[in-house]
């Protein structure tokens, strides 16, 4: 085999981070969009122009979130099984979300009712909105902890609550999590939307990048300053077969800024989220939404690591017990899974990438009210 155990461990850790910044840039600004529908677009037609910034490219993005989820699974089955627990009724209401995309992108537009097509407006809002929302905050309790723990069998059980995922700081990763989807939607609609709405769009560029660097930032001073970290005290080897229950993890204040220290090059990652998403606002402000795409892409990327890096190794902790805490060392599937997975990975991801840049470049173009009008029965 090409890499040995611990080197896979490390890799499968990297792939995922990878599949979820490739999630959120690419679903992410159809999201974003469905986000602002209600809102950008002020009558019937307007709303279709947004619709057709994103109707030919959704369900492809939507290959992202379903690869990254699978690859959770394949690649950490601990963690998946923990994290649905857990997270049951959340992911469900992700999941009910997500219903009104492919049915209102459908159906939208079928009937001239505009009661009918107001309907799913709002519900093409929903499913834009309420995703990006709860990620965030799955994300805030992961960072938290989350009070779960194995048995002898390390089968988990779940002691929360739906409503005890609603902590202040979750939340205010809610608030990150929704401003940046919002503001990569907005990116979009700045760059391919025509008149009136592209205005719009570059006005809710600036309003909700400036939200995401606030929010960012006072999560950032929040979890420097007022959250506990963890923190492994003692584990087995990192090539040993994986074992939850063989470490021992302590609470301890500071401990997710302890990365920055021992790797000073992690700063990157807040400063790119940061500094992405003041550089996104200016490139709207200026007028240059195709630099605004990247940097919104960047500050998405930074967002992202930077949940990694501070949280490094652990994947899942535990506040329950700390040391069931779940690692990228110790929760992992088995030597020849990871090694399938990654030549299965290597050979196909740089073909979906081709094939998506691909499609992008066939379906480029600007989409205007006079399009709408002379596409009337074959658009969104």
């Known amino acids: 085999m090409i890499f040995d155990y611990e080197t896979l461990k490390l890799v499968w850790w990297v792939l995922v981070g990878v599949l979820l910044i490739g999630f959120v840039i690419t679903d992410g600004f159809d999201m974003g969009a469905g986000a602002l529908l209600p809102f950008l677009g002020k009558n019937d037609e307007e709303r279709r122009v947004i619709i057709n910034t994103v109707g030919p490219h959704w369900d492809g993005n939507q290959v992202w979130f379903i690869t990254a989820g699978g690859a959770i699974f394949a690649a950490w089955p601990a963690v998946y099984a923990a994290a649905f627990s857990g997270f049951y009724v ?80 979750a939340l205010l990763a809610g608030v990150v999590s929704l401003s940046m989807l919002v503001t990569h939607g907005a990116v979009w609609l700045h760059l391919r939307a025509g008149s009136p709405v592209q205005e719009r769009a570059r006005k809710a560029t600036m309003g909700a990048a400036l939200v995401m660097f606030v929010a960012f930032a006072l999560a950032g001073v929040w979890l420097a ?130 094939y998506t840049t691909w499609t992008y470049s066939v379906m480029w173009g600007r989409v205007t009210v006079e399009h709408i009008r002379e596409h009337d029965h074959d658009a969104y």
């Open 90 to 169: 959340a992911m469900l209401l992700v999941l009910f979300a997500l219903f009104f995309r492919p049915v209102g992108f459908d159906y939208r537009s079928k009937v001239a009712d505009p009661r009918w097509r107001n309907t799913w407006d709002w519900g093409l809002f929903a499913g834009g909105a309420i995703p990006a929302l709860l990620f965030g905050v799955a994300f805030g309790n992961v960072i938290l902890g989350v009070p779960f723990q194995f048995d002898e069998f390390l089968r988990p059980t779940y002691t929360g609550s739906f409503f005890g995922l609603l902590r202040p700081f």
């Open 225 to 354: 300053m007022g959250i506990d970290g963890y923190r492994i005290i003692s584990q087995p080897a990192l090539d040993a077969l994986p074992n939850p229950l063989a470490k021992s993890v302590e609470i301890a204040a500071g401990a997710w800024m302890s990365n920055y220290t021992t790797y000073p090059w992690m700063m990157v990652a807040p400063l790119l989220g940061l500094g992405g998403a003041l550089a996104t606002a200016f490139m709207a402000w200026i007028n240059r939404p195709g630099f605004g795409f990247v940097t919104s892409s960047l500050a998405m990327s930074g967002v992202i690591l930077t949940a990694g890096f501070s949280m490094f190794p652990f994947v899942m902790p535990s506040i329950t017990f700390p040391s069931m805490s779940l690692t990228l060392w110790d929760a992992p599937s088995s030597h020849l899974t990871l090694t399938v997975m990654f030549w299965a990975a290597a050979i196909f991801v740089p073909i979906i990438l081709i």
